[in-house]
């Protein structure tokens, strides 16, 4: 008998018997490993891929955060789709003259850095001032490399399964395990292909975040806390009166409480007092 060809079949001339249908298919990698893939070779030598994070802080005036976040927004449409995208985009404000604001955009990484220092000047215009910044890298060469080694083994497994659909030269059992093979391996195929498009977005277009904040930098030395205490006066006065508002109001209804009892006690003794004085004694009769 000769020996099972590479899928593990038996020559035409052995009847057509299969040992198996098909190669053992590998078992399938989680959706939530896509970024942890192991190495499947060693990695090309290419430049770098690295997704860069960029986020700037700026401080304005309270009135003044829409507006410069408008702008900034402004400034990324005028760029279009195919370098800058705005991702979100929200603002808010609280007590008294704070407010807040962020913004995210996605810009192509090629411009990422100069466009930073467009926003930064445009901030400066509106008297707005860069309080903070920075830049993260995170180098996606050895996952981009081992996703693409994946994809392409997977890609010629399934080419071999769907060589074996085409012959049609096996039991139904064979046959129906090896659909389900395929079916398994194009899973695979569109999962690294998703991770992949998702990397090489990340290489293609940094991420950056503007914050926004009102308020002005604090000075320091000796006016600092007078200044900071003079700050809280009214927040001290409000919960004062917020205090003894409670405390009167406790003490007024203590009082009500305390007046009503002592009226029905002297009310019961006065009746009592009453009647025992009304009713004689039966040895008088």
Known sequence: MAPPNEFGL?????????NRAAPPIP???PRTAGRDLPVSGAIATSLPQIAYA??????VPADTIRPLQERHAD????????VCRIVSMDSGEREGDYAYGNLSIAVASDQARQFGKALTA???????????????????????VDTEARLRARTVLRD?????????????????????????VNEEIDQARSWLAEMRGRVAYSTMTLEYEAGAPSQGGFVDPIRNALGSLASIFGNLIAFLLIVVTVLLLVGLLLWGGIRAFRKINTIGG????????????
Do not use: H
């Not at 400034?75 to 195919?82: I, L, R, T, Y």
């Open 274 to 285: 009453n009647a025992w004085i009304r009713e004689p004694d039966a040895t008088e009769t």
């Open 122 to 144: 445009a901030s400066g215009q509106m008297d707005g001032e860069l309080t903070s910044s920075s830049i993260q890298g995170e180098d996606l060469s050895k996952r981009i």
């Open 75 to 82: 400034m990324c449409e005028a760029k279009g789709p195919q």
């Open 54 to 59: 960029f986020a700037y802080g700026f401080r």
């Open 160 to 184: 071999r399964l769907m060589e074996v659909l085409r012959n049609r030269s096996g039991t139904v059992a064979e046959l129906v395990e090896a659909e389900r093979g395929v079916a398994q």
């Open 10 to 18: 038996m020559e035409a001339g052995e009847q057509g018997a299969f």
């Open 27 to 29: 078992p399938a990698v």
